[in-house]
Protein backbone atom coordinates (compact mmCIF):
# COMPACT_ATOMS: atom_id res chain seq x y z
CA UNK A 1 0.00 0.00 0.00
CA UNK A 2 2.60 2.57 0.65
CA UNK A 3 4.24 1.79 -3.25
CA UNK A 4 0.85 3.03 -4.73
CA UNK A 5 0.47 5.85 -2.56
CA UNK A 6 4.38 7.25 -3.54
CA UNK A 7 3.03 6.40 -7.14
CA UNK A 8 -0.29 8.35 -6.60
CA UNK A 9 1.89 11.13 -5.48
CA UNK A 10 4.26 10.84 -8.04
CA UNK A 11 1.13 10.68 -10.22
CA UNK A 12 -0.20 13.84 -9.03
CA UNK A 13 2.96 15.26 -9.78
CA UNK A 14 3.56 14.17 -13.38
CA UNK A 15 0.14 15.23 -14.62
CA UNK A 16 0.82 19.11 -13.13
CA UNK A 17 -3.48 18.92 -11.46
CA UNK A 18 -1.26 20.23 -7.98
CA UNK A 19 0.60 22.68 -10.46
CA UNK A 20 -2.06 23.78 -12.06
CA UNK A 21 -4.25 24.37 -8.72
CA UNK A 22 -1.51 25.72 -7.22
CA UNK A 23 -0.80 28.50 -9.72
CA UNK A 24 -4.82 29.10 -9.31
CA UNK A 25 -4.73 28.88 -5.23
CA UNK A 26 -1.35 31.64 -5.68
CA UNK A 27 -3.96 33.89 -8.03
CA UNK A 28 -7.02 33.51 -5.95
CA UNK A 29 -4.84 34.27 -2.60
CA UNK A 30 -3.63 37.71 -4.34
CA UNK A 31 -6.66 38.78 -5.22
CA UNK A 32 -7.80 38.15 -1.83
CA UNK A 33 -5.10 39.50 0.24
CA UNK A 34 -5.66 42.78 -2.12
CA UNK A 35 -9.24 42.79 -1.24
CA UNK A 36 -9.20 42.44 2.10
CA UNK A 37 -6.72 44.78 2.69
CA UNK A 38 -8.48 47.80 0.38
CA UNK A 39 -11.54 46.59 1.56
CA UNK A 40 -11.41 46.76 5.39
CA UNK A 41 -9.56 49.44 5.03
CA UNK A 42 -11.93 52.11 2.74
CA UNK A 43 -14.65 50.00 4.92
CA UNK A 44 -13.11 50.30 8.17
CA UNK A 45 -13.41 53.94 8.31
CA UNK A 46 -17.13 53.67 8.58
CA UNK A 47 -17.68 50.71 9.78
CA UNK A 48 -16.70 52.07 13.79
CA UNK A 49 -17.80 49.08 16.36
CA UNK A 50 -18.40 46.92 13.21
CA UNK A 51 -14.78 46.60 12.00
CA UNK A 52 -14.84 42.98 13.83
CA UNK A 53 -17.39 42.22 11.74
CA UNK A 54 -16.18 42.77 8.54
CA UNK A 55 -13.08 41.04 9.48
CA UNK A 56 -15.12 37.99 10.42
CA UNK A 57 -16.89 37.88 7.44
CA UNK A 58 -13.76 38.32 5.15
CA UNK A 59 -12.00 35.33 6.84
CA UNK A 60 -15.57 33.58 6.48
CA UNK A 61 -15.54 34.18 2.80
CA UNK A 62 -11.79 33.08 2.62
CA UNK A 63 -12.54 29.51 4.17
CA UNK A 64 -15.15 29.21 1.49
CA UNK A 65 -13.65 30.01 -1.27
CA UNK A 66 -10.80 27.78 -0.41
CA UNK A 67 -13.09 24.76 0.23
CA UNK A 68 -14.48 25.19 -2.90
CA UNK A 69 -10.82 25.18 -5.03
CA UNK A 70 -9.47 22.43 -2.43
CA UNK A 71 -12.36 20.58 -3.59
CA UNK A 72 -11.46 21.21 -7.41
CA UNK A 73 -8.14 19.31 -6.65
CA UNK A 74 -9.65 16.67 -4.73
CA UNK A 75 -12.32 16.08 -7.87
CA UNK A 76 -9.72 16.19 -10.67
CA UNK A 77 -6.96 14.33 -8.64
CA UNK A 78 -8.93 11.23 -7.96
CA UNK A 79 -11.73 11.42 -10.87
CA UNK A 80 -9.66 8.92 -12.73
CA UNK A 81 -7.83 7.44 -10.43
CA UNK A 82 -8.80 3.85 -11.26
CA UNK A 83 -11.14 4.27 -14.30
CA UNK A 84 -8.44 6.25 -15.92
CA UNK A 85 -5.71 3.67 -15.45
CA UNK A 86 -8.48 0.97 -17.17
CA UNK A 87 -9.15 2.81 -19.98
CA UNK A 88 -5.38 3.37 -20.93
CA UNK A 89 -4.56 -0.26 -19.44
CA UNK A 90 -2.61 0.51 -17.08
CA UNK A 91 -3.89 -1.25 -14.62
CA UNK A 92 -3.22 -4.46 -16.17
CA UNK A 93 0.25 -3.73 -15.42
CA UNK A 94 -0.89 -3.79 -11.57
CA UNK A 95 -3.60 -6.14 -10.76
CA UNK A 96 -1.27 -9.28 -12.23
CA UNK A 97 0.93 -8.15 -9.25
CA UNK A 98 0.45 -10.19 -6.35
CA UNK A 99 -1.06 -6.70 -4.67
CA UNK A 100 -4.89 -7.17 -3.46
CA UNK A 101 -7.08 -4.75 -5.14
CA UNK A 102 -7.70 -3.37 -1.62
CA UNK A 103 -4.20 -2.14 -1.02
CA UNK A 104 -4.44 -0.58 -4.89
CA UNK A 105 -7.77 1.74 -3.50
CA UNK A 106 -6.46 2.20 0.30
CA UNK A 107 -2.91 3.43 -1.26
CA UNK A 108 -4.52 6.06 -3.84
CA UNK A 109 -6.24 7.24 -1.17
CA UNK A 110 -3.61 7.46 1.07
CA UNK A 111 -1.28 9.42 -1.59
CA UNK A 112 -4.17 11.78 -2.90
CA UNK A 113 -4.97 12.17 0.92
CA UNK A 114 -1.43 13.02 1.74
CA UNK A 115 -1.38 15.99 -0.83
CA UNK A 116 -4.78 17.37 -0.09
CA UNK A 117 -3.75 17.81 3.37
CA UNK A 118 -1.00 19.10 2.70
CA UNK A 119 -1.93 21.74 0.20
CA UNK A 120 -5.45 22.27 2.91
CA UNK A 121 -2.92 22.97 5.64
CA UNK A 122 -0.79 25.34 3.53
CA UNK A 123 -4.08 27.41 2.48
CA UNK A 124 -5.99 27.49 5.92
CA UNK A 125 -2.79 29.06 7.36
CA UNK A 126 -2.37 31.52 4.68
CA UNK A 127 -5.86 32.80 4.30
CA UNK A 128 -5.61 33.21 8.64
CA UNK A 129 -1.83 35.04 8.24
CA UNK A 130 -3.92 37.40 5.61
CA UNK A 131 -6.71 38.18 7.75
CA UNK A 132 -4.31 39.01 10.56
CA UNK A 133 -1.77 41.02 8.51
CA UNK A 134 -4.59 43.30 6.65
CA UNK A 135 -7.21 42.92 9.63
CA UNK A 136 -5.47 42.78 13.33
CA UNK A 137 -7.97 40.36 14.13
CA UNK A 138 -6.32 37.94 16.37
CA UNK A 139 -7.77 34.29 15.06
CA UNK A 140 -5.52 30.98 16.46
CA UNK A 141 -5.10 28.08 14.14
CA UNK A 142 -7.05 25.60 16.47
CA UNK A 143 -5.20 22.05 15.65
CA UNK A 144 -8.96 20.86 15.98
CA UNK A 145 -10.17 23.40 12.59
CA UNK A 146 -7.26 22.96 11.01
CA UNK A 147 -8.13 19.37 10.98
CA UNK A 148 -11.76 19.85 10.04
CA UNK A 149 -10.45 21.95 6.91
CA UNK A 150 -8.36 19.20 5.69
CA UNK A 151 -11.30 16.57 6.45
CA UNK A 152 -13.23 18.25 3.93
CA UNK A 153 -11.28 17.07 0.56
CA UNK A 154 -11.03 13.72 1.87
CA UNK A 155 -14.76 13.24 2.28
CA UNK A 156 -14.77 14.22 -1.46
CA UNK A 157 -12.01 12.06 -2.02
CA UNK A 158 -13.92 9.04 -0.68
CA UNK A 159 -16.45 9.94 -2.93
CA UNK A 160 -14.62 10.38 -6.01
CA UNK A 161 -12.99 7.30 -5.40
CA UNK A 162 -16.05 5.25 -5.33
CA UNK A 163 -17.04 6.95 -8.31
CA UNK A 164 -14.23 5.56 -10.71
CA UNK A 165 -14.84 2.18 -9.47
CA UNK A 166 -17.94 1.93 -11.93
CA UNK A 167 -18.16 5.10 -13.57
CA UNK A 168 -16.18 6.95 -16.35
CA UNK A 169 -13.57 9.56 -16.11
CA UNK A 170 -16.30 12.04 -17.15
CA UNK A 171 -19.50 10.68 -15.78
CA UNK A 172 -17.80 10.85 -11.90
CA UNK A 173 -16.39 13.84 -12.86
CA UNK A 174 -19.92 15.47 -13.11
CA UNK A 175 -21.38 13.06 -10.54
CA UNK A 176 -18.67 14.14 -7.86
CA UNK A 177 -19.43 17.85 -8.38
CA UNK A 178 -22.95 17.66 -8.80
CA UNK A 179 -22.57 16.08 -5.07
CA UNK A 180 -20.75 18.08 -3.71
CA UNK A 181 -22.34 21.63 -4.93
CA UNK A 182 -26.22 19.59 -3.20
CA UNK A 183 -24.11 19.99 -0.12
CA UNK A 184 -22.84 23.48 -0.37
CA UNK A 185 -26.50 24.98 -1.88
CA UNK A 186 -28.19 23.23 0.69
CA UNK A 187 -25.94 24.83 3.58
CA UNK A 188 -26.86 28.02 2.59
CA UNK A 189 -30.33 27.39 2.37
CA UNK A 190 -29.84 26.10 5.92
CA UNK A 191 -28.31 29.87 6.53
CA UNK A 192 -31.13 31.63 5.02
CA UNK A 193 -33.74 29.88 6.49
CA UNK A 194 -32.12 30.34 10.00
CA UNK A 195 -32.03 33.96 9.23
CA UNK A 196 -35.51 34.44 7.67
CA UNK A 197 -36.84 31.81 10.25
CA UNK A 198 -38.16 29.34 7.63
CA UNK A 199 -38.19 25.72 9.02
CA UNK A 200 -38.45 24.34 5.54
CA UNK A 201 -34.91 25.91 4.36
CA UNK A 202 -33.41 24.69 7.72
CA UNK A 203 -34.61 21.25 7.26
CA UNK A 204 -33.62 20.75 3.67
CA UNK A 205 -30.64 22.28 4.55
CA UNK A 206 -30.10 19.10 7.12
CA UNK A 207 -31.05 16.63 4.63
CA UNK A 208 -28.30 18.07 2.75
CA UNK A 209 -25.68 17.86 5.29
CA UNK A 210 -26.77 13.79 5.33
CA UNK A 211 -26.49 13.55 1.73
CA UNK A 212 -22.59 15.32 1.53
CA UNK A 213 -21.46 16.90 4.81
CA UNK A 214 -18.58 18.77 3.62
CA UNK A 215 -20.35 21.91 4.39
CA UNK A 216 -21.14 21.03 7.46
CA UNK A 217 -17.71 21.21 8.34
CA UNK A 218 -16.99 24.08 7.13
CA UNK A 219 -19.55 25.44 8.98
CA UNK A 220 -18.13 23.74 12.21
CA UNK A 221 -14.78 25.33 11.11
CA UNK A 222 -16.53 28.83 10.61
CA UNK A 223 -18.30 28.87 14.27
CA UNK A 224 -15.15 27.46 16.18
CA UNK A 225 -12.77 30.28 15.38
CA UNK A 226 -14.86 33.06 15.49
CA UNK A 227 -15.71 31.89 18.50
CA UNK A 228 -12.04 31.25 19.36
CA UNK A 229 -10.72 34.97 18.70
CA UNK A 230 -13.41 36.47 20.85
CA UNK A 231 -15.94 37.63 18.62
CA UNK A 232 -18.91 38.95 20.44
CA UNK A 233 -21.34 39.41 17.88
CA UNK A 234 -24.37 36.55 16.53
CA UNK A 235 -22.72 34.37 13.91
CA UNK A 236 -26.13 35.20 12.23
CA UNK A 237 -24.71 38.46 11.19
CA UNK A 238 -22.02 36.76 9.00
CA UNK A 239 -24.97 35.75 6.38
CA UNK A 240 -25.18 32.63 4.29
CA UNK A 241 -21.54 32.30 5.10
CA UNK A 242 -21.85 32.38 9.02
CA UNK A 243 -22.96 29.35 11.13
CA UNK A 244 -26.82 29.83 12.43
CA UNK A 245 -26.06 26.90 14.84
CA UNK A 246 -22.84 24.40 15.64
CA UNK A 247 -22.89 21.50 13.88
CA UNK A 248 -23.27 18.67 16.76
CA UNK A 249 -20.00 16.06 17.49
CA UNK A 250 -22.71 13.78 16.11
CA UNK A 251 -22.14 15.25 12.67
CA UNK A 252 -19.00 14.52 12.55
CA UNK A 253 -19.31 11.10 14.07
CA UNK A 254 -21.39 10.92 11.07
CA UNK A 255 -18.85 12.43 8.24
CA UNK A 256 -16.50 9.67 9.72
CA UNK A 257 -18.69 7.21 9.13
CA UNK A 258 -20.09 8.83 6.08
CA UNK A 259 -16.05 8.64 4.71
CA UNK A 260 -15.09 5.11 5.76
CA UNK A 261 -18.31 3.75 3.93
CA UNK A 262 -17.81 5.31 0.68
CA UNK A 263 -14.18 3.83 0.84
CA UNK A 264 -15.24 0.62 1.78
CA UNK A 265 -17.41 0.39 -1.33
CA UNK A 266 -14.92 1.75 -3.20
CA UNK A 267 -12.70 -1.52 -1.92
CA UNK A 268 -16.02 -3.36 -2.33
CA UNK A 269 -17.00 -2.51 -5.82
CA UNK A 270 -13.31 -2.57 -7.13
CA UNK A 271 -12.58 -6.18 -5.61
CA UNK A 272 -15.68 -7.54 -7.40
CA UNK A 273 -15.65 -5.08 -10.79
CA UNK A 274 -14.00 -7.71 -13.89
CA UNK A 275 -11.17 -6.06 -15.96
Not at 124 to 143: C, K, W
Not at 243 to 254: D, F, Q, R, T
Request: with cysteine; aromatic share 12%.
Amino acid sequence: MPAVALLTVKEVIRRRILLVTLVLAVVFLALYATGVHYGYRDMAAHAGPLQGLMAAQFLALGLYFGSFIIAFLAVMAAVGAISGDIENGAIFAIVPRPVRRSEIVLGKFLGYGLVLSAFAILFYIAVLVIIRVNTGMSVPIRPGALGLFCLQPLVLLAVTLLGTTFLSTLANGVASFMLYSVGFVGGMLEQIGHLAGSQVLVKIGIFSSLVMPVDAIYRKIVYNLLSASGASYSAYMLGPFGAGSEPSVWMLVYTGLYMLFFLAMAVRVFSRRDI
